[in-house]
């Protein structure tokens, strides 16, 4: 077997007869056996350096040698199996339901939020009236965070684990087989949702349980070493909050990062946490015909996929970087709380919006904020969700405060603002002087030079730059055993994904999920 490329325009697709002809010459077989030559795609890429075409990297074989197929095993029914209780119905949640699944024992899931379709209401609500339920939001709820966030599947490194697990996965649900090849594959936040549907019915068919609307409020280890988890319910009709108990052995706690009472419950335990650098910095929001321009040199076509961008440098001895670029979306407001205001961004399956944004960050450590010192592991907690009142408390509602790109880094007012796609609305705002010093001078640097010499159009006054980003990944790590990912304190609980420190998006939670459900 031999890996070969080929190319191809965009707009036209590689045949087999391209592929069987590179073949010939890879493998050095007469030209009779072409028909006959194995294939498999296995990357497709865009190059857009010179002339605009698509890369494949394919795998090539003789007639009698045998190309691999990945192959998924098969779920158990899991009815009467020992119950592993699972907090949060995220990626890492789900997919280390479905690796239990396979391995004979029963995932019961345990959701604060609503099933993925209920959640919507409450999403709408939040645009709409500015109203926020802290247990259902772009946050919380059936899917996690990633399910309305464009659904990027962009983690390509094998060290976490098999990715093909996850990919072959998400197409056995719904998803299209293109994430199978594609560099840069996402699914839309349109779409998701039916994929997250179909996996919650997997698990329940055989034999898995969901209970939504039920927020854990305590975690206990009993004598004989199995816990009791304690949940409150979250519906907003019920009067009385009612509580309900669960009981196993093992418990995996894949809450994602926005779950502050999480930690906070730790921290009041004397469970050990650890703070945790983190990023944050703005939404940046251009018109997508812009970065089409900017990325294809001028030759973009409507046939054409829709132009993302990622990049990182160094300011002053920090990282800047790109994060949870939207092509074609809209931004949204992702506040979990009352009084805090944080945006994100999303796109559909089309990416077809005229606006493209992105997250600009700046990552920053724990001796950055020695005035939050005295919060110990919560430091970096405590000074995200100060920020986040702050931007809240500058505008009085979820209206984002918001400055052209160029007056920001001038640190002047912009005289006004361009339109944009977040709902709740801007407010003219000197965002060069709302965000601490650390972050905005290196912000200040950063445009320009992302300008200058990689992406040349990018620093323009048609840029807006919107506040705030800062939910990039968790400011806390619930610690764990290298070997057994358990707690280091507590056996058989197993913080999971990005809630604990361990993941950066929906791929790598889900293989965290993943690789905790096959230590159980």
């Not at 996402?186 to 068919?205: F, T």
């Not at 910095?281 to 970065?291: K, Y």
């Not at 300008?451 to 919107?466: R, V, W």
Request: charged share 25%; aromatic share 8%; glycine share 8%.
């Amino acid at each position: 077997m031999k890996e070969i490329e080929v190319t191809c325009k965009l707009g036209k697709e590689l045949t087999a007869d391209e592929i069987q002809t590179a073949a010939v010459k890879a493998l050095g077989v007469s030209p009779k056996m072409k028909s006959q030559l194995k294939y498999r795609i296995v990357r497709r890429s865009i190059d857009a350096r010179n002339d605009i075409i698509y890369r494949y990297k394919v795998e090539v074989c003789k007639p009698e040698e045998t190309l691999e197929e990945y192959v998924l095993e098969d779920y158990q029914n899991v009815a009467d199996a020992e119950p592993v209780i699972i907090v949060g119905a995220g990626p890492a949640g789900m997919f280390a339901a479905l690796r239990l699944l396979m391995r004979g024992l029963k995932p019961v899931i345990l959701e604060r939020g609503k099933d993925v379709h209920a959640r919507k209401f409450d999403m709408a609500k939040l645009s709409t009236e500015g109203v926020v339920n802290p247990d259902s939001n772009y946050c919380f709820g059936e899917g996690g965070a990633g399910t309305f966030s464009d659904g990027k599947l962009y983690t390509r490194s094998s060290k976490r684990g098999d990715i093909r697990e996850v990919l072959h996965q998400l197409v056995r649900f719904g998803a299209d087989p293109s994430i199978l090849i594609d560099a840069h594959p996402h699914i839309g936040s349109d779409k998701l949702p039916i994929v997250v549907e179909n996996i919650r019915k997997c698990i329940i068919e055989h034999g898995g349980e969901y209970h939504f609307d039920s927020r854990v409020t305590d975690i206990e280890k009993l004598e004989d070493g199995s816990f009791k988890v304690t949940t409150t319910s979250t519906e907003s009709d019920v009067i009385a909050r009612s509580e309900a108990t669960w009981q196993s052995r093992k418990v995996i706690l894949a809450t994602g990062h926005s779950a502050r009472d999480i930690y906070e419950m730790f921290h009041g335990k004397g469970w050990e946490l650890q703070a945790k650098g983190f990023a944050l910095g703005v939404r940046v929001e251009h018109p997508q015909s812009l970065i089409n321009k900017i990325q294809y040199h001028g030759k973009y076509q409507p046939y054409m996929p829709t132009a993302e961008y990622s990049f990182v440098t160094q300011v002053l001895e920090r990282g800047v970087f790109s994060f949870c670029m939207c092509p074609g979306g809209i931004l949204v407001p992702a506040a979990t709380a009352e009084g805090e205001l944080v945006l994100n961004g999303m796109s559909n399956s089309q990416r077809n919006s005229k606006w493209a944004n992105s997250g600009v960050v700046v990552q920053i450590e724990p001796e950055d904020f020695p005035e939050y010192a005295h919060h110990g592991p919560l430091c970096l907690l405590r000074f995200q969700q100060d920020l986040e009142r702050k931007m809240f408390e500058y505008t009085g509602s979820l209206k984002a405060p918001a400055q052209r790109m160029m007056d920001f880094c001038r640190r002047i007012p912009s005289a006004n603002l361009p339109k944009s796609s977040y709902h709740p609305g801007v407010e003219n705002a000197p965002l060069h002087e709302l965000l601490p010093e650390h972050i905005s001078l290196r912000l200040k640097y950063a445009f320009p030079e992302i300008g200058n010499k990689k992406m040349h159009g990018y620093y323009t006054n048609d840029a807006l730059l919107l506040g705030i980003e800062s939910r990039t990944s968790s400011p806390v790590r619930i610690p764990r055993d290298p070997e057994t990912l358990e707690h280091v304190q507590i056996a058989g609980l197993y913080p999971c994904g990005e809630g604990a420190g361990y993941a950066g998006g929906i791929v790598s939670s889900a293989l965290d999920g993943i690789n905790c459900a096959a230590k159980i």
